[in-house]
């Protein structure tokens, strides 16, 4: 059984930060490629930013390119996005997935990620 934990959503104003944070646990061996995505009411599931396996590799939607960064602690199995400048379009549940496939580049599409957290909740105040 894999596990995938978010943590670190929360209200801030427009213009601060949130540092989000996925620890995956489980029996299968680790490191896991992961994906960040977000999903606003009424909208669908979106990729925002993903890391590979090997932390050679990471990829950003456009809108969050200069402003978010992912990274890895290998060690702690976490992966962390760290959201700068935040506006109200960012608004959103985050929800973390692993890949277990190791691929040298990072999938963007949901059905290529194997396990899911619960996500959690970034509201950004105007």
């Known amino acids: 059984q894999v596990q995938v934990v978010e943590s670190g959503g929360g209200l801030v104003q427009a213009g601060g930060s949130l540092r989000l944070s996925c620890v995956v646990s489980g029996r299968t061996p680790s490191p896991y490629a992961i994906g960040w995505f977000r999903q606003a009411p009424g909208e669908e599931r979106l990729f925002v930013a993903g890391?590979?396996?090997?932390?050679?590799?990471?990829f950003y939607e456009e809108s969050v390119k200069g402003r978010f960064t992912i990274s890895r602690d290998n060690a702690k199995n976490t992966v962390y996005l760290q959201m700068n400048r935040l506006n109200a379009e960012d608004t959103a549940v985050y929800y973390c997935a692993a890949d277990e496939w190791k691929r040298p580049n990072v999938a963007t599409r949901k059905l290529n990620y194997d396990y899911w957290g619960q996500g959690t909740q970034v509201t950004i105040s105007s």
């Open positions: 890391i590979n396996w090997a932390d050679t590799a990471t």
